[in-house]
């Protein structure tokens, strides 16, 4: 039976990390999944999660190859992917990036909500607004920490972006996942993780330190941080990080995808 209950922020921040570790165990043995979606990652009772269903995974043999059969679940395909063909671990990081706003939304990727839209045709244009809050899931409005559902935002942005060059590497996801969970959300991420206001507009040549993080920041110690007035998001109430605990059968699905 899968669980119906939505999950709480701490447990989606888990889900995520956990994913992506097992995400970047496949990379670094150049092992491509062409199939990263919440019904292939696993949790435990503890919300540890694990990736699943092998089936598609191919091994690289190159930085990046092409594939005649394209195959995998429409929503979660890289654009260059079901396009063309082109799959390399970018193509999972793509893949990724769309579970990563489902985790923030609490959507499929063919929600009634959105109309005929994907969710990431949907996402897009708020992402390039930075209106932040129409992306968040209500069910978790009084758990969420802001400042870490800010750069999981942005951190999904860049993992979406339809340049697979531009893409981020599931080892620097993983490396700012883990900054976001510790709260050390400032200059690791700043370097790496800020993405672009548009795909269009970015330049490969420019470094990502020059771009225009955030029209507010603030100094806390030596290191800069954003400030929650500059997101537009409300803080959550005290305790930061709510503690809802559930009763769950170990091994449940993420989410039961129809």
Not at 113 to 135: C, T
Request: charged content about 25%; overall charge negative.
């Amino acid at each position: 039976e899968h669980s119906r209950k939505p999950l709480n922020w701490p447990a989606r921040i888990k889900v995520a990390i956990g994913a992506a570790k097992g995400l970047l165990y496949l990379h670094e043995n150049n092992i491509i999944h062409r199939d990263v979606r919440p019904s292939n990652i696993l949790v435990t009772h503890d919300y540890e999660a694990m990736l699943g269903d092998f089936g598609l995974a191919r091994t690289e043999q190159m930085d990046s190859v092409y594939s005649t059969d394209v195959v995998g679940t429409l929503g979660y395909m890289a654009p260059e992917y079901a396009e063309s063909g082109k799959v390399s671990t970018k193509s999972d990081v793509y893949s990724f990036g769309v579970v990563l706003l489902q985790l923030i939304t609490g959507m499929r990727t063919t929600d009634k909500r959105i109309g005929n839209k994907s969710l990431v045709g949907w996402a897009r244009p708020l992402l390039k607004e930075r209106n932040y809050p129409d992306l968040i899931d209500e069910r978790m409005m009084d758990t969420y920490d802001c400042h870490q559902l800010f750069w999981m935002i942005r951190l999904a942005e860049k993992c979406l972006t339809r340049d697979p060059r531009k893409r981020l590497s599931m080892d620097t996801v993983v490396s700012a996942l883990t900054h976001i969970v510790e709260g050390n959300t400032c200059s690791m991420v700043l370097r790496d993780c800020s993405p672009a206001r548009s795909d269009s507009s970015y330049d490969m040549s420019e470094s990502l330190l020059s771009e225009d993080v955030s029209p507010e920041l603030e100094e806390e110690d030596g290191i800069v941080c954003v400030g929650c007035n500059a997101i537009n998001l409300r803080p959550p109430p005290s305790p930061p990080l709510g503690s809802t605990s559930w009763s769950t059968t170990r091994h449940k699905y993420v989410y039961s995808q129809g």
